[in-house]
């Protein structure tokens, strides 16, 4: 099993995160590429000593920038959306 600092890379903290954490106790991760649902669920329960009832993930493709006449890209991630037992948060990421 891989390590689960690995997997889970940081916390997004957006409106839209936010909304989905007061109203339906979603919480919002970017994670590793190589990551499935099954080693995402394992690492937040890990980490964060909660019950997590579903993971939803997206993978996002990165961006192409440019600098004067070069070009290049930002890197590809993946975001995982993690919802949480009814009456479980994450203690660490409330404000």
Do not use: C
């Amino acid at each position: 099993m891989v390590e689960p600092r690995k997997i889970i890379t940081s916390v997004i903290v957006t409106e839209k995160s936010e909304r989905l954490k007061t109203e339906s106790g979603k919480y919002t991760f970017k994670v590793a590429r190589t990551a499935n649902k099954v080693e995402i669920r394992q690492a937040i329960e890990k980490l964060f000593k909660v019950h997590v009832t579903s993971v939803h993930t997206i993978n996002y493709e990165g961006k192409l920038r440019r600098m004067g006449r070069f070009a290049g890209r930002r890197p590809d991630w993946k975001k995982a959306v993690v919802t949480l037992k009814r009456g479980e948060n994450i203690e660490s990421l409330e404000r």
